[in-house]
């Protein structure tokens, strides 16, 4: 077996830009079949789920001795685009114990250390069976996690593999993202009194908006997450200078702690909305839905996951020795709702992650390995 390194290098070689966010993204088809065949190599039974056209995760499993007990360690085989890069984001370029490329930390390296823990349990025969998958649009819709969800496979506990620097992190936010629009009546702007202007109208509904905004950043503050937000992200609407505008959009993202849901934020939005339609009888305004949901990362604080991995993390990296809490998302909202306790937990740090020239430090990945295949171990 090759070590942990080369196998990451491998993974990067093969660019994975997810193809929503870059025209030039290959996609996921060839690193899903590379880690096919590396799981074949090992005799590691495995599947491809097929998610999209030409998109698959791929999921490897070892049986364990309760097969009551499942336990999945997933990371996303996509990656966001590689510009501006100094290096060629594809060499895999080492530099020390360091190694450069696309992807080494957001998420290869998570990956390459759950294949090669699987492939050292599976000498072992664990108590729990144990699960590795990659999955597919992670950066994008999480259509991949999604699809894991909906396979209704169960599991316990999970963790997903992203760079948190070997620390535990049990809980994060989540997020909901959708369109409000305004519909008006188009008029030439010499005779404004024969139209209805959409700007004006969203003109009543953002200052609302934006108090509501204030009100949630001192509502709440999760002692590991923070507070809830809300942010009105984009904004577009008219047609031409001279025309009275028809149509006003704006975008918005908010942001949830633990506790709150994807339904209940766009409940109080839609209250709002209500509220504005009585005060201004012309207006109209709808919300554009389905929205973009992804729940928060609910605290998994006292759960089995998370003991055993900060166990592991505390004497094999000296981290873990508390709980931590993240700002960012992760395909951990979508696999809790399997039922399963989630954590994230990987290599390297979130700074690097997305950023030109992205890093990792090797000896993180090889803790890494040692954590996951604690934890195979243990749980
Ligand atoms: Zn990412």
């Not at 599976?122 to 894991?148: C, H, M, N, S, W």
């Not at 202007?197 to 969203?202: E, F, L, V």
């Not at 992804?294 to 604080?301: F, N, R």
Request: charged share 25%; net charge negative; with cysteine.
């Amino acid at each position: 077996m090759s070590n942990v390194s080369d196998l990451l290098a491998k993974l990067v070689q093969i660019e994975s830009i997810n193809p929503n966010l870059s025209p030039k993204g290959s996609g996921e088809a060839a690193i899903a079949a590379y880690v096919a065949k590396f799981c074949e190599g090992e005799g590691i039974e495995l599947k491809l789920q097929p998610v999209s056209e030409g998109r698959s995760n791929v999921l490897a499993w070892v049986s364990g001795t309760d097969p009551d007990k499942r336990v999945l360690f997933e990371s996303h085989l996509d990656t966001v685009p590689a510009e501006g890069w100094q290096r060629y984001p594809f060499a895999a370029e080492r530099a020390g114990r360091r190694m450069y490329g696309r992807g080494t930390c957001d998420t290869k390296s998570s990956l390459a250390a759950m294949l090669h823990a699987l492939v050292a349990i599976k000498k072992e025969k664990p108590r729990a069976t144990i699960f590795v998958a990659g999955t597919v649009d992670e950066e994008y819709q999480k259509i991949g996690a999604r699809a894991l969800v909906q396979s209704g496979i169960g599991f316990e506990a999970a963790v997903a593999g992203e760079p948190t620097s070997l620390e535990v992190v049990v809980a994060h936010k989540g997020s909901v993202r959708w369109w409000i629009e305004t519909i008006g009546r188009a008029a030439h702007s010499s005779k404004p009194e024969l139209g209805l202007n959409a700007i004006a109208g969203i003109a009543h509904v953002i200052p609302e908006l934006v108090r509501l905004g204030d009100e949630l950043r001192t509502r709440y503050e999760h002692s590991l997450v923070g507070s809830p937000s809300l942010t009105i992200s984009l904004i577009q609407g008219g047609s031409d200078i001279c025309t009275v505008p028809a149509r006003c959009e704006i975008f918005l993202d908010r942001r949830l702690v633990p506790q709150e849901t994807p339904t209940g934020a766009i409940e109080e939005v839609e209250k709002i909305l209500a509220d504005l339609r009585e005060k201004h009888r012309d207006l109209q305004v709808r919300s554009v839905l389905p929205a973009v949901e992804d729940p928060p990362l609910e605290d998994a604080t006292g759960s089995r996951i998370a003991e055993v991995a900060a166990e592991a993390c505390r004497s094999i990296a000296g981290t873990g020795a508390t709980f931590h809490g993240a700002p960012w998302g992760t395909d951990a909202s979508q696999l809790q709702l399997t039922g399963a306790k989630c954590i994230v937990l990987g290599p390297g740090a979130a700074a690097q992650a997305h950023t030109i020239d992205e890093y990792v430090d090797l000896d993180e990945v090889e803790k890494a390995t040692e954590i996951y295949l604690r934890m195979m171990q243990n749980y």
